[in-house]
């Protein structure tokens, strides 16, 4: 009966990026290839310390010069939600506006992440 009951729900994932350099790209095609497998998944994003540059305006990969913003809206058009922590802004004194739209805020990464896991039974990856 287990069985039966997971094949009907709904996987529900959080991906955490903290570093572009690292993270960045491989994340982003991750969660592509996860929503090619999987389309029906619920996916947020939990950007933090470097990872957030991901989804600041006009930011590209440093390899490969790809940016970040085309590969960001083709998956929130298939409902992937990206999140910025606040504290990150802060520790860097960032703002806002310096991020592409569309993008939402959390108070705290770490925080946002923890309470995605422990009370919305999110599965975690770090790419």
């Known amino acids: 009966m287990v069985f ?3 094949a009907f729900s709904q996987t529900k994932v959080v991906y955490q990026i ?4 690292v993270q960045g790209l491989k994340g982003l095609r991750n969660i592509r290839n996860h929503l ?3 389309p029906t998944s619920k996916i947020t994003v939990v950007t933090l310390g470097g990872g957030v540059d991901i989804l600041m305006e006009g930011a590209k990969d440093q390899v490969s010069n790809i940016e970040y913003g085309s590969l960001v809206s083709a998956l929130k058009s298939r409902g992937v939600i990206f999140e910025v922590c606040e ?3 802060k520790n860097r004194q960032l703002s806002r ?3 592409i739209l569309d993008v939402d805020f959390t ?6 992440i923890a309470d995605l896991q422990y009370v919305n039974h999110y599965a975690y990856i770090k790419p």
């Open 107 to 112: 108070p705290s990464g770490v925080v946002r």
């Open 36 to 38: 090619d497998a999987s």
């Open 4 to 6: 039966s009951q997971l």
């Open 87 to 89: 504290m990150t802004l």
């Open 97 to 99: 506006d310096q991020f």
């Open 18 to 21: 903290d570093d572009a350099k």
